[in-house]
T-cell receptor
Framework: KAGVTQTPRYLIKTRGQQVTLSCSPI?????VSWYQQTPGQGLQFLFE???????NKGNFPGRFSGRQFSNSRSEMNVSTLELGDSALYLC?????????????FGPGTRLTVL | SQKIEQNSEALNIQEGKTATLTCNYT??????LQWYRQDPGRGPVFLLL?????KEKRKERLKVTFDTTLKQSLFHITASQPADSATYLC???????????FGTGTRLKVLA
């Protein structure tokens, strides 16, 4: 069974631009979560989608948004990029999105904002 | 707000010894606590889940304890090997939520 895939793996953008990241979950998984990982803050929860609906949201500004498609693939968008948005963005999929489910993480997208 | 503390300094141990990593939290006790392993350039990999009513969980060479009185979880790797070298993350979740709060991780280096 294929794992979670994320594209692109690396991205360089400049301040003020916007970016879209993509995540394909494991087949059959309906929940996709997004995280931001930085050396200082660690892994921080952005949001979680289940059956095309955002069910949970972390404490990030509205510049961070996402969506999920009917095939469970998910995209995350960051608008008006800031230098502080440079981070590793990880998505994780799970079967039903309950807290006892195992989360399977993708390799991440490394975003650098110049 | 809930805080999780993991030793930010790297832990170096000799091959064959038991590595013990600590995860301390403040405020409310979580209903669930997970441990992950993360290698450089890769996403975290789930290792173990322990519930608040469980004191200990084992999986092969791994053992996790959960002490809600001390607000602490310990993660043990017995007979450690150089291949165990990685960053280990703990994460907490509370009943009724689907949101894990992660610690910043502890880097473990097992010396041959």
């Amino acid at each position: 069974k294929a794992g979670v895939t994320q594209t692109p793996r690396y991205l360089i953008k400049t301040r003020g631009q916007q970016v879209t990241l993509s995540c394909s979950p494991i087949s059959g998984h309906r929940s996709v979560s997004w995280y931001q990982q930085t050396p200082g803050q660690g892994l921080q929860f952005l949001f979680e989608y289940f059956s095309e609906t955002q069910r949970n949201k972390g404490n990030f500004p509205g510049r961070f948004s996402g969506r999920q498609f009917s095939n469970s693939r998910s995209e995350m968008n960051v608008s008006t990029l800031e230098l502080g948005d440079s981070a590793l963005y990880l998505c994780a999929s799970s079967l039903a999105g309950v807290v006892t489910d195992t989360q399977y993480f993708g390799p991440g997208t490394r975003l650098t904002v110049l | 707000s809930q805080k999780i503390e993991q030793n930010s300094e790297a832990l170096n141990i000799q091959e064959g010894k038991t590595a013990t990593l600590t995860c301390n939290y403040t405020n409310y006790s979580p209903a669930y606590l997970q441990w992950y392993r993360q290698d450089p350039g890769r996403g975290p990999v789930f290792l173990l889940l322990i519930r608040e009513n469980e004191k200990e969980k084992r999986k092969e060479r791994l053992k996790v304890t959960f002490d809600t009185t001390l607000k602490q979880s310990l993660f043990h790797i017995t007979a450690s090997q150089p291949a165990d070298s990685a960053t280990y993350l703990c994460a907490l979740a509370f009943s009724g939520t689907y949101k894990y709060i992660f610690g910043t991780g502890t880097r473990l280096k097992v010396l041959a």
